[in-house]
């Protein structure tokens, strides 16, 4: 596999469009939000100098990654910011470490802005514990179900990068 590069998406704002229907199958389609209601919040969620903030991944000059920081991503939660979300790298190129350096490019920019802590919430199981998150709580969602709240200590100074 060539290199992956990650770039900040106010750099490369052709893809936008692309990385707005990841977001919108992944997480919106569902929920009865239209496309145009993802490409309107992701050109709002990039930011040159903070938060909110969205990085992609690229590999032969293809975009193959998102994820974003955002001040929230929970609304049972307010009292914690900032969020890493959205999370999403293309299925041809899971299991080949994409996902960790855009996590790693997310935790690196927040350590820029000085936060504490970096706060994400997700379904899934065993994934980001390998890579220093640590579960808080089960958390309600606006749908009646629970997701689950991990933090990262952004002051931990044993953080590795992994390659």
């Given at each position: 596999?060539?290199?992956i590069e990650i770039v900040d998406l106010v750099n490369e704002q052709k893809y936008i469009n692309e990385v707005s229907e990841w977001i919108w199958k992944e997480w919106s389609k569902e929920n009865g939000a239209k496309?145009?209601?993802?490409?309107?919040?992701?050109?709002?969620?990039?930011?040159e100098d903070d938060i909110p903030k969205m990085f992609i991944a690229k590999?032969?000059?293809e975009v193959i990654g998102v994820v974003s920081l955002w001040v929230n991503d929970l609304k049972a939660r307010q009292?914690?910011?900032?969020?890493m979300a959205t999370l999403y790298v293309r299925k041809d190129y899971r299991?080949?470490?994409v996902g960790k350096k855009l996590q790693?490019?997310?935790i690196e920019y927040a350590k820029t802005?000085?936060?504490?802590y970096l706060y994400l919430i997700t379904e899934h199981d065993?994934?980001?514990?390998?890579?220093?998150?640590?579960?808080?709580?089960?958390a309600p969602l606006d749908n009646g179900k629970y997701t689950k709240i991990y933090k990262y200590d952004l002051k931990n100074l044993n953080y590795k990068k992994r390659r």
């Amino acid at each position: 596999m060539n290199e992956i590069e990650i770039v900040d998406l106010v750099n490369e704002q052709k893809y936008i469009n692309e990385v707005s229907e990841w977001i919108w199958k992944e997480w919106s389609k569902e929920n009865g939000a239209k496309l145009e209601d993802v490409i309107y919040r992701t050109k709002h969620s990039i930011n040159e100098d903070d938060i909110p903030k969205m990085f992609i991944a690229k590999c032969n000059n293809e975009v193959i990654g998102v994820v974003s920081l955002w001040v929230n991503d929970l609304k049972a939660r307010q009292d914690l910011f900032p969020w890493m979300a959205t999370l999403y790298v293309r299925k041809d190129y899971r299991n080949k470490g994409v996902g960790k350096k855009l996590q790693e490019a997310s935790i690196e920019y927040a350590k820029t802005k000085k936060y504490n802590y970096l706060y994400l919430i997700t379904e899934h199981d065993n994934y980001y514990e390998k890579t220093g998150w640590n579960y808080i709580e089960d958390a309600p969602l606006d749908n009646g179900k629970y997701t689950k709240i991990y933090k990262y200590d952004l002051k931990n100074l044993n953080y590795k990068k992994r390659r």
